[in-house]
């Protein structure tokens, strides 16, 4: 066989192996009935950047962006209805709070983490104000929120700063708070993915952070862990410019390595999230991960497949991965966004039950930038046919 078409055969094959696995695969129904705007509850201003969990009582809380603060919303009836909005933190002059997480932990009071981050003023920076990492707790179920921290100051200038938290508590009860740093890379446009630790529920933290995955050259971004069920393994999703265009990556660590380990892009601890491959071309960022209770997991990340090549107008699409967080196939979009609008800085929340809810900042069903949600379920396609 001449190697031209023996090249053609391994392509083939390849294909035909690629395909096998997204028939194989569970993948997830929306149900558009469920479309429902959460915040703002009317036009006077915008909403950006919503995260929510499921708490121990069954409510519902999501936290988001919302004139230059964070606040939150609670649901007792699974997102048919929300309260009005609770404040966490008020911007500062000349800066805003900036993408909020949060994760309710082991003795049921919540951790919210969010990022200041400095305006240039009459086109300078101010010295005085620093891009930062900072973490707040409520212990009444998200009605009051205290015991405010500094944990992370970078520079006050954009190209120097830090981004995006996001943290996990380990069965131990360390808290492992993941975000995107340049601030260590002031002569180059570099970024890592570093940690800081938490031993007593979030009131006190490590000083140094502690960088675990870097390339050199490139930017690793937006990182959000997860503790895989049934392991002693944290994947975290990245997204990742190695290759060109930002595509969604995970990186793995044990328990044993506990963030010991700096992993960069050849590491087999950092592999490539989808399956197949998206073209060069396309940008896929802002990844979000989460498992399901029957072992799935699903991973979500705005995109320009299918669209224009402007990030900036891009919308949602979650793919289902293996129990392992391993070949995410199916992908699917939630939210139907023309293509003259914008689906951007998404997220994924999974309840007890397995459903799946899909959250979206976007500009399609109103004049102004909304959080809007929608419910999906997990099916298996070979039971469909």
Known sequence: MKL???ITLIVLVLLSCTQLKAQNAPAIIWDQSTLKQVVPLSGNKSADYARMIQLHNGNLLCVYESGSGI???QSDDLGKTWLSPVIIARPAAGVNMSVPEILELKDHSLLASYNPRPNKINGSWDTTKHFAIRTKKSYDHGKTWQDERLIYEASYKFEDGCWEPSQIQ???GEIQLYFSNEGVYTHSNEQNISIFRSFDSGLTWTTKPEIVSFT???RDGMPVPIILKGTKEILFSIEDNSGGQFKPSIIRNSFNQNGQKMVGANDPEHTYALTPKLPDTVYAGAPYLRQLPGGETVLSY????GRNSNWELACMQVAVGNSRGEDFVNTATPFS??????GLWNSLCVLKD???IALTSTDAYNSYTAIWMITGHLINKKDTY
């Open 216 to 218: 050199p050259g490139h």
């Open 337 to 342: 966004v023309p293509l003259n609008k914008h």
């Open 4 to 6: 031209k078409g023996f």
């Open 71 to 73: 606040e939150c919303t």
């Open 302 to 305: 705005q995109s320009t497949f």
């Open 354 to 356: 397995g459903t799946i």
């Open 170 to 172: 380990l069965p131990n």
